[in-house]
Nanobody
């Protein structure tokens, strides 16, 4: 059974930081491309960042470049999103996504709220 379990969301003030984690099971994590998406109320889900299976390459949406960092630990089957310099417009539900080359899986999401 495939599971992606996100954690680490919460309420943070503008300028603050959060670290999201996504623990994976039920598929070959080390061979999967992992990414983070987000969806704000009334908006479409959008890609935030992605990382290749060995972690050698990453990509970021322009709106998070220089502020967010995606990383992974294949031994722990976990992908992370370090979010710094958070802004109110970063408020959204953040989702973990796994792409095995054949199938894509989603986590249930974790809420991030940036507000003073």
């Amino acid at each position: 059974q495939v599971q992606l379990v996100e954690s680490g969301g919460g309420l943070v003030q503008p300028g603050g930081s959060l670290r999201l984690s996504c623990a994976a099971s039920g598929f070959t994590f080390s061979r999967s491309f992992m990414s983070w998406y987000r969806q704000a109320p009334g908006k479409e889900r959008e890609l935030v960042a992605g990382i290749t299976s060995a972690g050698g390459r990453t990509n970021y949406a322009d709106f998070v470049k220089g502020r967010f960092t995606i990383s992974r630990d294949n031994a722990k089957k976990t992908v992370y999103l370090q979010m710094n310099s958070l802004r109110p417009e970063d408020t959204a539900v953040y989702y973990c996504n796994a792409y095995t080359g054949a199938l894509a899986y989603w986590g249930q999401g974790t809420q991030v709220t940036v507000s003073s």
